[in-house]
């Protein structure tokens, strides 16, 4: 294999490795790739190692926070557009650094486009598979976990600890306008006899509601969730 320089660090070209454990693969959409993974890290006893792309899947979310409660050595890299910094920052990034989880932001390469998690430096899951509920149940993608292949998983750990090196401490998000309105308490809608008028709100919305179908839609935010139905609705991306 030759060595090449990626981004001021020396990445292997290709490495061939003998097969070794077993191999889980699942599917989507709606084919359990979700439950897989958070099953793979539920498995965790010492150590889970994290890179994401897309990461805005709650179950996912929370297994890393329940393995950090039961003493796994818990760490996440993340593509920049999760740095908090940008007005697109990510509630899930955000929950599990407020909740103890090392997290850090790749902004040394244009995009970080693993999905890659690694158990107890055994065991890997890769695939094209964002930890998103759209890649859950819009999208075609794909897991492969890799049990009890500790040579591939050292290879994985590896590369992800180049990634690790190169990224910045994650900084926790301050409070938004969108936290102050959730707090305060919601207006009347109606006229004075109780009949229904035309409403139109502005929200400011960090991160983009998430469509659920028939209108429904729901909002995360570190520490609030807003679901709500409406007949129109307009997002500007900006």
Known sequence: ????????LERSESTTLTAQ???EVAFSPNGGCTAATVRFIGEARKSVRLAAYGLTSNPIGKALV????????????????????????NGIANFLAANGVPVRVDTAVRIQ?????????????????NFTSAAETSNAENIVIHRGSPGLARLFTDNWTRLWDESDDF??????ALDRRIRSPAPRLG??????TQSIVNLDITPLPVCHGHGYFSLTAPRHVCKFLVTAFHVNLY
């Open 1 to 8: 294999a030759r060595a090449i320089s990626s981004g001021g």
């Open 171 to 176: 900084g926790q998000r301050t409070e938004t």
């Open 21 to 23: 454990g077993t191999v």
């Open 113 to 129: 486009h693993n999905k890659v998690v690694i158990v107890d430096g055994q065991s890997v899951q890769n695939g094209s598979f």
């Open 191 to 196: 006229a004075a006899d109780g009949s229904p």
């Open 66 to 89: 329940d393995a950090k409660k039961r003493g796994v050595d818990v760490r996440v890299v993340v593509d920049k557009e999760h740095d908090p910094k940008r007005s697109g920052s």
